[in-house]
């Protein structure tokens, strides 16, 4: 027999199925980085367009092995569909083996019936992940919105349902100033802006829209990504989005002092979004109108 | 700023909603004529054989302010996924203005979190529509049948799970007689017949199955639109269909005091289908001979 | 009038939705043979790897005359159709008449408002059904598992959402030892084994996994197959599996004391299969790793 040299365990399954449900639909394979201090995530989307990094502290296991650093590639399809399979209070253990270098085994164990599913995960190539994601520190950003991750989803979910570009992806145009946030897009024969008013300290202290803007920004992003990153709120109720014009916006998780979530997108800038931009002014001064 | 011309509320977003979830799978476009006395919606389908009114009186809205009659041909599609958006207790503003002729203005505001979704459509054309809806007398219909709203959409999804012409359109044929309306369709090895007898007076008052007839009538219609049709099952616990070989049957739905959704729909009269009723006449004699 | 040659009630159409359920997404057309003792049904996979045989003795109608044996081939689809219509309260009554001997009536009656639905079924040619299936007697089978029906189900679609054969079937190998029995299957980049250990007689007494078994046996089956036998599970909470490398397979649930419903399969024998075996003994060894 080969000696363990990676060996994890999570008393709930939860938490693991949530992390590949937001990961896995926009993102096929990733690199798994195994060390003492926990494991990181990184994978990048086949268009090059996103990215995402995902820390999940040694801390957050109920148990952790990790004899060497172990870095492998897997196919989140696969992992995913596993994961469907077990039920929430399902024990997961993650286990490698010296030697037996390219597989990894997930088993699920039901502590109802003892049932036990045991995956043999093999290693994949990952396309250049790991990257270098240089941290961008914060004073850079020229704004941050800080809202419930929930009401993020809908905002998606709304936008997604209205959009419609034809072929193309459907394109959102994200606004901050001072007082709100605003996400527009265009129907086929129609546009829909949704207004997010910071909340006044007063009124909703557990759920606040929190905006804090340097400058003012507007930034137009595929719709698809945004409707992908929004799954991270089964992980966290908070979602935090850095935006800055010559920068890669951030959306950001964290995950409940164990980690976190980050997803990273490249604003698009192109001359028709910029009309849309200026057809979206329009709408601002509406919107401003309706507020006085 | 141009003057408003034209700004309706209400302060529930229902009412619209299912007025626009009974119209826009089967309706791509409608007219919306605004006046004084309310809005007067008219839609024909695509194949000419369906067409719709609605009417809902100013008094079914919470604010009502109309200037000038306005005529606006709107994209149905485009409308019904900015509704389904919507929370049943969005606060729904419609607004236009005087000179920015081209577009009309939607705004839900949620009561509950005072998020604000703007939706700003562009008229489009509408083919022919308005057109002159002739009223027909009562008296000139051969059979006038009363049932639940939730009973006529049930016996559509059963005819539809049933039915099955193959490329062809699903014909149902509706039988009235004295004591029951019969409903049926044929399937692949097969053929279904839905009985609904006439309520008798004292055992269900709440929800009547009513029958007026002064002929007996045997009539063919395409199951596609009746299925959309029972849609208004939302707006109305009953449904009114009225029918005559030499009409347009109707379909009424009241809505409840301030206006009402009529489907008007042209009987299909084939030979092929004519050998259809003759086989359910068959039918129609099992019928019989099972309720004695 | 013909006179009425059979006739029978059931007071809850719930039994015979269940058993169309059970069998028609796999089995098209089946024989019905009607006699004294009851109704006997038979089918056959277009394929000719799968058989099932149901068996309702006449106890389990509430109202049972059949005057002669009856034998007709029906559509299975259809009838399903018909069924998904039926309430799980209706009654049900099956009715043919002399001499008019090409169709069979299904009157679905509501107890609550009287509605009635009347289908009227063609007979079909069934393909060379009835068959003659020999009994197998118990004795023969190398190994008997007997579990929750719903646990079998589950693991069915466990296997399902993981398996990936691409265009092929996914296969997968059930493997019988004394303690436990396995399941196995492949995706596009791992395996996955489920393990289900024998019941201890003192934990779980209501339900049991039991395993009676002669000799070690690993077959190999195609998942969907399994997948449609699995649907018995709303027929009896435990199903009955019989393996032997020499025999067709028989999943088996009874339906309380009135009859069953048996799924019989052959094994897949290749080569390729026989190469999985070899994978999955090593996965073998592992599980019984993991139990010491």
New interface residues.
């Given amino acids: ?1 080969f000696a363990t040299i990676l060996e994890l365990r999570l008393v709930q399954a939860t938490l693991f199925k949530n992390v590949l449900e937001a990961i896995s639909d926009l993102f096929s394979k990733a690199n798994f980085d195994f060390s003492g201090t926990g494991l990181e995530l990184q994978a990048m989307d086949t268009s090059h367009v996103a990215l995402v990094a995902l820390l999940l502290r040694a801390e957050a296991f109920n148990h952790y092995l990790c004899d060497r650093d172990l870095s492998m590639g ?2 989140l ?2 992992m995913a ?2 994961f ?2 077990a039920n929430n209070d399902d024990i997961i253990t993650i286990k490698a083996e010296e030697d037996w270098s390219d ?1 990894v ?1 997930f ?1 699920f164990e039901s502590p109802e ?10 290693f ?1 190539g990952t396309n250049g992940v790991p990257l270098e994601i240089p941290e961008f520190p914060e004073s850079e950003y020229q704004a941050k919105v800080r809202m419930p991750s929930a ?1 993020f989803m809908r905002i998606c ?2 936008l997604s ?2 959009g ?1 570009s034809g072929d193309r992806d459907t394109v959102v145009i994200i606004s901050v100033d001072k007082e709100c946030v605003n996400f527009f897009t265009r ?11 910071q909340t006044q300290t007063v009124d ?1 202290p557990k759920e606040p829209t929190l905006i804090e803007m340097k400058e003012q920004v507007s930034l137009a992003f595929d719709l698809r990504y945004m409707n992908s990153f929004s799954k991270g709120s089964t992980l966290s109720d908070q979602v935090t989005i850095s935006l800055s014009s010559n920068l890669p916006a951030v959306f950001e998780y964290k995950i409940a002092e164990t980690g976190y979530i980050r997803y990273y997108m490249l604003p698009r800038i192109e001359e028709d979004e910029m009309q849309r931009i200026t057809k979206e002014d329009k ?1 601002q001064n ?2 401003d ?2 507020q006085n």
């Fill in positions: 027999m897997l196919n399809a696969d569909k596993a469907r399979c597989t085994t088993t019936d003892g049932e036990i599913s045991i995956f043999d995960f093999d994949v009401k979910k709304k349902s209205f419609d129907g086929k024969t129609g546009t829909s802006t949704i207004v997010c008013r909703k709408m509406e919107v109108e309706m």
